[in-house]
């Protein structure tokens, strides 16, 4: 039996988080102003199945295809949104769910750190993917589970608030995403974060499963 974890549709990729998804990604990178849907799934190995039925049905580009043991994640765009949300329907049609059936996203933790020291800015951005944080910025960590709704929170973060995407990491067993910025940015960021998560309607679960 396949489980839909995450089900999200961007209506518009923000030009950082476009361009960290085409910079990082292995398949086609997407421009800002795309439309984009997110899909993750349990058991993993399904997730290529899924991605096919995508493809054929519309003409949308993959950018991304994970296969973890236990998750899979892709994501697919277009610049009509007509086409990846057609590409939706398809795959909520081969699983025979709807798209209330996802799992509603938890929010594991988020923290803010308010004038990030030099050393730990040197940490950091040693193991980003994205932009740099500088001694002084503020730095807001989010995580989010599933995984794949914290691109969700990525762009809805960077439509709210002047900040930049240092890291973003939408597989896994939680979803990760780091931003930094001035302290007021940061505040507002955050906050758009939060409530994008809080928005997303689905099956409440507990410790990663279904309730």
């Given at each position: 039996m396949i489980t839909l974890r995450t089900?999200?549709?961007?209506?518009?990729?923000?030009?950082?988080?476009?361009?960290?998804?085409?910079?990082?990604?292995?398949?086609?990178?997407p421009v800002p102003g795309n439309a984009s849907l997110f899909v993750e799934i349990a058991p993993g190995l399904a997730i290529n199945r899924i991605l096919d039925v995508a493809l054929k049905a519309t003409k949308v580009?993959?950018?991304?295809?994970?296969?973890?043991r236990a998750y899979g994640l892709l994501e697919i765009h277009e610049q009509d949104k007509g086409e990846v949300m057609s590409a939706g329907k398809a795959i909520l049609d081969y699983l025979e769910v709807k798209e209330s059936d996802r799992i509603k996203p938890h929010l594991a933790s988020n923290e803010i750190i308010r004038s990030v020291e030099p050393y730990q800015c040197q940490l950091i951005?040693?193991?980003?993917?994205?932009?740099m944080i500088l001694p002084g910025e503020?730095?807001?960590?989010?995580?989010?589970?599933?995984?794949?709704?914290?691109?969700?929170?990525?762009?809805?973060?960077e439509k709210a608030a002047n900040i930049k995407l240092i890291e973003v990491r939408p597989f896994g067993a939680l979803g990760r995403l780091y931003l930094s910025g001035p302290e007021?940015?940061?505040?507002?960021?955050?906050?758009?974060?939060?409530?994008?998560?809080?928005?997303?309607?689905?099956?409440p679960f507990k410790g990663g499963k279904k309730e």
């Open positions: 089900y999200v549709f961007l209506d518009s990729l923000q030009p950082q988080l476009a361009t960290f998804i085409g910079s990082t990604a292995k398949g086609f990178p580009q993959p950018a991304v295809q994970i296969v973890e951005n040693r193991n980003r993917s994205g932009s503020s730095l807001f960590i989010l995580e989010t589970e599933p995984a794949g709704y914290v691109i969700y929170a990525a762009n809805e973060a007021s940015e940061i505040d507002s960021a955050a906050e758009a974060a939060i409530k994008a998560m809080n928005s997303l309607e689905g099956v």
